[in-house]
């Protein structure tokens, strides 16, 4: 089935292959890469969250501290660490809930986590207000700082509660996230492995298509090498025929004419040897045969200019056509009261003058010879058609039936009585041959008692 197959379709089918394996792979390696960018986003995103979350105990951690340790020592110093919680705190916790915005558990929970923290705050400022307020001696005894003391370490053991079921949840969706990117590596090397081995599968294949389709090329170039062998020995033996046939129509022609003027010299000598001896019918039956004669003389004239028709190889030249039909309609001479009409507008050829010459002369000269009157008209106009010109000879004669159309081109055909005109039915089948020769057509348009147009193209070079 594949040997089968035009190339061009063969050449598409090796080209695919490759191609539509390909595309799995870029495909996969699309989605892997926007899947794995996204994963590693939820990653990082998830990390910051749990790195926030840390911050925000240890700051919780360090403003109790401070207290602490301005409780013992009375120095301002220890209150640093509670100063800059107290600034970092409400930052920590608002880049929390924007981090969080997209779990409304997570937020439900940081909002109980940031109340316990508001409520661990203002107990730090309660007991930093007592310190402040007053003796050294009364704050160890004072019953209201114990009672805030001991009411701030369970706050503090519940914000630690909570912020752990927080990072326990971030660290759940953490692992999640990990697992998820994971997954996306794993899908992804073994797609593109499938891919791969898929383009690998692909190539082979394309390369053993090539492979097959090169050995059917090579195959089908030996065949037309041979081919070509034969053409040219058929070429070159045609060729040797032509030239046979050339020299064998010369020979004919000439060995056929000369007995044809031994024959008409004889007949004339004759009469004039036998001059007024002879009876009428005697005479006119050497009359006849006289006419007999060149008529044969014309059918071998025309069968070397038919042989001849399509062997032009003239340079081609500038060929002003309205002159070249003054020239031929000089040289045929029509009767005085014949009229030829040639349009105004006649082109300007780049072609060879002496194939055009015959082909008008043949269609002009068909004109008068065969019309039924000497006052008779015949008009030559032509219209430009591209890379063509189309001419047209016609006649207001007594024209030609539908059913003597299709054989008025062919050899040695005529539609008149050869005894009552000169005519060997070798013109009309030059004018194809000629036309034909040069890229054209010819055709014609008739109707009886109404005259006949013969149409022809011609390259305008």
Known sequence: MWSNLPVIYRGAMILAVPIISFIPAIATWIWSYEAKSEAQQWVSHTEKVLRETTLLMKNIVDAETGIRGYAITRKSEFLEPYLEAQTEIPVLLSAIKELTADNPSQQLHLKQTEEQIKTRLSLLVQILNQLQTQPDSNVIRSSQLTQLLTKGRIEMDRIRQSIETFSDEEWRLFNLRQQKLAQIETIRNVALGIS???IILGYGLAIKLYLQSEEKLEFKAKKLEKINQNLNLVNQLLEERNQELDQFTYIVSHDLKAPLRGITNLSEWIEEDLEGKLDPDTSQNMSLLRNRVQRMNNFIDGLLAY?????????????????????????????PNFK????SKMPVLQTEALPLQQVFSNLISNGIKHHHRDDGIIQISAIEQGKYYQFAVSDDGLGIAPEDQAKIFTIFKTLSVKDTKENTGIGLSIVKKIVEHQGGKVWLESKLNQGTTFYFTWSSG
Do not use: G, N
């Open 340 to 343: 030829i009409d040639i349009s």
């Open 196 to 198: 791969i081995f898929s």
């Open 307 to 335: 042989s001849r028709a399509d062997k032009s190889q003239e340079a081609k030249t500038t060929v002003d056509v309205q002159k070249l039909l003054d020239e031929i309609i000089d040289s045929l001479a029509p009767p």
